[in-house]
């Protein structure tokens, strides 16, 4: 932890000053930076964050103290572990995640399971119909997965170490549950205390390099209050939420510009811009998927085209997704991915009626199978590293003599599901298996 420096300066201390100061004063007098010049080499002549640590301590708590917002978790009540519990929950789900949508999730979740025992007992579905629509769902899976763990060994973690053995919990989630529930002085480190340490230190490098992330947790453990980690790592991130943001920071209000060395260049040398830190690091561009989905409503009874109305009992058909991947476990309506240059409607359909031939052992291609099959649209799903096309279709099925084998088939496995309108409504779905049925639902 670095520490106030009392003690005289030595010699090349004090040359090191001045040769800084000269850098500087030189900066600002000189014609603007061309777009070549490096803003690391450019260095304030300032007092740093490793200079005062106690003072910028000291006015972070107090700023936190006084406008720290309001969240639900920040008020947990109970023992240590129903704090580390409510702490593990929400920083999870706030991973990826923007705080208003989360709070709506968080208050329904803890309604349901108060306490990591009575999570350990859900199953992996029921945990995955709360999640739905929060995406990132292995988040869930990892949840489900550690509470079970922890309820097995008896005890929950009380330290950043002993927390990271537990499934799903990294480094950052160690961190503040350690330090939040159980005062234990370690730091964290996410995109928002990135920043504020990137600002603080002007701290130019590419801050996803293996280097410069472990520089991070360095500069953080050296700065997290002793006394009062828990609070201190939450400052540190709520002000990079708040004030510190990635594009309009307010600097003018925020309790610790005076330690910030990006803000000391931003004044001195007009060409930097404290959102110039931490360096913009180009997104990889997601791969571009297509996929043939077809939402199959089976009808009840022996209706035909020419009569067909459509009826509460009907039923729709679920597939449930591998337990690994992406959605894992998640229920979707029939899905046959797509080369790029068989998109078109008769290769859609060529393939997607191959697929429920082999699920179903009925052809659908079979004209008095099909009451009604109609294309309802094109639905684009931008996952994080993947942008998904959706060709999205309607086909009404009458499987006549054959419902009763069909109904027999999906009741015998743990892949199918036939579900009416009711529970389709209810069912927890991933935003775009919702949308998909939203529309298939406007078109019929």
């Not at 107090?62 to 580390?84: F, I, Q, T």
């Not at 509460?312 to 797509?338: C, T």
């Amino acid at each position: 932890m670095a520490k106030n420096r009392k003690a005289p300066e030595n010699r090349r201390s004090i040359a090191a000053r001045k040769s800084q100061a000269r850098r500087c004063k030189a900066a600002a007098t000189a014609e603007p930076a061309s777009s070549t010049t490096d803003i690391e080499d450019l260095a304030p002549a300032v007092p740093g964050p490793a200079d005062a640590p106690a003072a910028l301590r000291a006015q972070l708590l107090r700023w936190y103290d006084a406008h720290r917002r309001d969240l639900p978790w920040r008020r947990a009540s109970g023992g240590e572990e129903d704090r580390a519990y409510a702490v593990w929950v929400s920083e999870v789900m706030l991973q990826q995640t923007r705080v208003p949508v989360v709070v709506g999730y968080y208050d329904r979740w803890m309604t349901r399971w108060p306490t990591v025992r009575s999570l350990a007992a859900a199953t992996q579905e029921e945990v995955n119909e709360m999640w739905a629509g929060l995406g990132y769902y292995r988040r869930a899976r990892f949840l489900l997965e550690g509470a079970k763990q922890i309820v097995e060994k008896g005890e929950f973690p009380r330290t950043a170490s002993a927390l990271r053995d537990v499934r799903g919990i990294g480094d950052y989630t160690a961190g503040a549950i350690a330090s939040i529930a159980f005062n234990e002085v370690v730091p964290v480190v996410d995109g928002n205390v990135v920043r504020v340490l990137s600002r603080l230190y002007a701290i130019a490098d590419n801050p996803k390099e293996s280097s410069t992330v472990k520089r991070f947790w360095e500069l953080a453990g050296q700065l997290v209050d002793p006394s009062r980690p828990g609070d201190f790592n939450q400052a540190m991130m709520e002000l990079g939420a708040t004030l510190c943001s990635k594009t309009k920071p307010g600097c003018s209000e925020c309790p610790v510009s005076s330690h910030c060395q990006a803000l000391a260049l931003s004044r001195d040398n007009p060409p930097v811009q404290v959102t110039d830190y931490p360096r913009v690091v180009p997104k990889a561009k997601p791969r571009s998927d297509f996929a043939a989905v077809s939402v199959v409503q089976i009808a009840q009874g022996l209706k035909q085209e020419d009569n067909y109305k459509k009826d509460k009992d009907d039923l729709f058909l679920l597939i449930r997704r591998p337990e690994e991947g992406l959605l894992a476990g998640l229920w979707e309506f029939p899905l046959v991915l797509l080369d790029e240059e068989k998109t078109d409607l008769i290769s859609r359909r060529k393939e997607m009626d191959k697929y429920l031939k082999k699920l179903l052992k009925i052809d659908v291609g079979q004209k008095p199978t099909v009451i009604l099959r109609e294309d309802v649209g094109e639905y684009v799903h931008v996952f994080s590293h993947i942008r998904l096309t959706m060709y999205v279709e309607l086909l009404i099925l009458n499987l006549k003599d054959e419902v009763g084998p069909v109904c027999s088939m999906v009741h015998g496995s743990e892949k199918l599901k036939l579900v009416n309108e009711n529970l389709v409504e209810s069912m927890g779905l991933s935003s775009g298996i919702r949308k998909v049925y939203n529309m298939a639902k406007a078109s019929s």
